[in-house]
T-cell receptor
């Protein structure tokens, strides 16, 4: 149980285009999901907290108009990187706690999406 | 906000030896401390976690200790094997019942187990 999937697993796009990444909880409901970005050989940096049915909460320094988050259902959150630039190239990972297990601290991670902006 | 420091950044041990990774945190309100293992290009995998109401937890070759007074916690891997080679991240959060809490990660430790 507690499986999180992401789609796509990797994407290459041209500078200036937008890219949508999906994060799904496959066997549980997630009212909250988290989006992280990880540059090569670095740690995971939290970008935003996605809340089902309400606005996302962004970490300091993360542009909300550039990284659009939508959490329209209890199993799906999307991250859209708008007007992507080469510096947005990174590994994007989502996570979600399984509220059904009663321990909301434990987060289960998706497999990540590798974005390369040319 | 919370700040988590992790040492060492790289660690090389011979197969069969023990490995110890240490983390410190800044926010005394933090009460949940997971450890994740991440292989190259893969997702972080939870390997063990500890809550502030206990001082030590063990799962086979892996153990975690927590010192709340000093605000540090450590990961211990005994009898290391080549498949233990990966990057290990510690993290901390303020866990509350009923709400999901965000994790603050350490900078990671690249563990290399040599034959």
């Amino acid at each position: 149980g507690a499986v999180v999937s992401q789609h796509p697993s990797w994407v290459i796009c041209k500078s200036g285009t937008s890219v949508k990444i999906e994060c799904r909880s496959l066997d549980f409901q997630a009212t909250t999901m988290f989006w992280y970005r990880q540059f090569p050989k670095q740690s995971l940096m939290l970008m935003a907290t996605s809340n089902e049915g309400s606005k996302a909460t962004y970490e300091q320094g993360v542009e909300k108009d550039k990284f659009l988050i939508n959490h329209a259902s209890l199993t799906l959150s999307t991250l859209t990187v708008t007007s992507a630039h080469p510096e947005d190239s990174s590994f994007y990972i989502c996570s979600a706690p399984d509220s059904g297990r009663g321990q909301l601290e434990t987060q289960y991670f998706g497999p990540g999406t590798r974005l390369l902006v040319l | 906000g919370e700040n988590v420091e992790q040492h060492p950044s790289t660690l090389s041990v011979q197969e069969g030896d023990s490995a110890v990774i240490k983390c410190t945190y800044s926010d005394s309100a933090s009460n949940y401390f997971p450890w994740y293992k991440q292989e190259l290009g893969k997702r972080p995998q939870l390997i063990i976690d500890i809550r502030s109401n206990v001082g030590e937890k063990k799962d086979q070759r892996i153990a975690v200790t927590l010192n709340k007074t000093a605000k540090h916690f450590s990961l211990h891997i005994t009898e290391t094997q080549p498949e233990d080679s990966a990057v290990y991240f510690c993290a901390a959060s303020i866990g509350n019942t009923g709400t999901a809490s965000k994790l603050t990660f350490g900078t990671g430790t690249r563990l290399q187990v040599t034959l």
